[in-house]
Structure formats: structure tokens, C-alpha cells
């Protein structure tokens, strides 16, 4: 079983649509959370950054986090077809070593 | 956030032979980490490099293979060495950014290699 379970998509959505991206795990340590964006042929960018449960809001995009559940959640609001890309969770018990999902591949169409 | 640069940006490269990538980042940073993403498989790190001292290897991960240098604040380089097949991946470096109490990482390009 991986540390990190994502599905990969593709996940289809019309533009305006509210988006939900999860991510489950395995590893009760884990305390710090992230969402990278990663767009084609392109470097992962840092999106969303939390540490422990609880939820943070930037602009339109919201990411959740329970750890009783070991289950975390991106959720993007009017979507827009700019918001097409590969979104990927990751996870770390502190500081450094990083432990990603494979991404989930979004699509949305105008 | 820091700027990173990598070259080269994409190699097709003979089996048996070795690649040297590059990173290169706009301020001073302590770690520095290379990451592998293969196809439809997630980001795996490599190994963490620290200025001044031996790389950090992870699980599956060899120092012969994958030698990586970091001989200032700014810059670390990762060779692939003896290439097979297996090795086509995008190679990722990332940084931790010092300045933010959470030491959020940022990412490079990435650079596209394919091994023949």
C-alpha cells in the first residue's frame, strides 16, 4: 500500500464548476500538508500549505485537512479552464523529506 | 519565493553514458533535494543536499549511481550515471525556502530525459 493514495484523473469539469481534489494516507505522523499545481512540461508550484487539521482559504481555492480521517482535500471554486493541470498532494511528518501523491490530472472546459 | 533555473531542460541520451544536471537558484539556500517523476508514478526523492557536506540517499537510491555535488549556497548538480532505459524521468531539484518559519519547498522546471 503507498503512503499516499490519489486518484489519477482525468477529472472533467465545465468551467465555473466547484472542483474536489482528495488525497488519502496512510501515516499517522504526517503533520504539514501541501498542494502543488503542476501544469505540462512544467515544475510543480506550491498552491496551498497546512499544518495539522483544519481549513485554509486562499481566493477560490480551500484545502482541508483530517487527520482522524487521514484524508485531505483541495476544493476550487469557479474553475477555470487556466485551473487545467496535474494537482498534487504531498505530505511530510516535519520538515525536508516530502512524500507525494501521483497527482490528479483536472480538465476543465470552457 | 526563489527562483530556480535547471539545464539542460530536456537530453536524449545513449545507454551507458552519464548526465550531469544542473540547478541553479537566485538566493542562498541550506537544502537543496533532487526528485525523480516517472510516468504516471508520483515525485520520489533522490536524495537531500546540504552545502559542505555527503548527500543524503534515499531508499533505492546509490551515491555511484546518482552522485550529486553542492559546492556553494546556490548551486548542486545531479549526474545520472551509466544510463539505461529505466532511467527516462524528469529529474526535479527543489529548495526549502530559509526565510519562511514553515520552510515551504519550491521546484525547478524539471529536465526531460530520455535514455535510448
Known sequence: QKEVEQDPGPLSVPEGAIVSLNCTYSNSAFQYFMWYR????????????????????????????DKSSKYISLFIRDSQPS???????????????????????????? | ???????????????????????????????????????????????????????????GF??????ISRPNLTFSTLTVSNMSPEDSSIYLCSVE???????EQYFGPGTRLTVT
Do not use: H
Open chain 2, 1 to 59: 519565493s526563489a527562483v530556480i533555473s535547471q539545464k539542460p531542460s530536456r537530453d536524449i541520451c545513449q545507454r551507458g553514458t552519464s548526465l550531469t544536471i544542473q540547478c541553479q537558484v537566485d538566493s542562498q539556500v541550506t537544502m537543496m533535494f533532487w526528485y525523480r517523476q516517472q510516468p504516471g508514478q508520483s515525485l520520489t526523492l533522490i536524495a537531500t543536499a546540504n552545502q559542505g557536506s555527503e548527500a543524503t540517499y534515499e531508499s
Open chain 2, 97 to 103: 525556502d530559509d526565510t519562511s518559519p514553515t520552510y
Open chain 1, 83 to 110: 485551473d487545467s493541470a496535474t494537482y498534487l498532494c504531498a505530505m511530510s511528518e516535519g520538515f525536508q523529506k516530502l512524500v507525494f501523491g501521483t497527482g490528479t490530472r483536472l480538465l476543465v472546459s470552457p
Open chain 2, 62 to 67: 546509490v551515491i555511484d549511481k546518482f552522485p
Open chain 1, 38 to 65: 503542476q501544469y505540462s512540461r512544467k515544475g510543480p508550484e506550491l498552491l496551498m500549505y497546512t499544518y495539522s487539521s483544519g481549513n485554509k482559504e486562499d481566493g477560490r481555492f480551500t484545502a482541508q485537512v
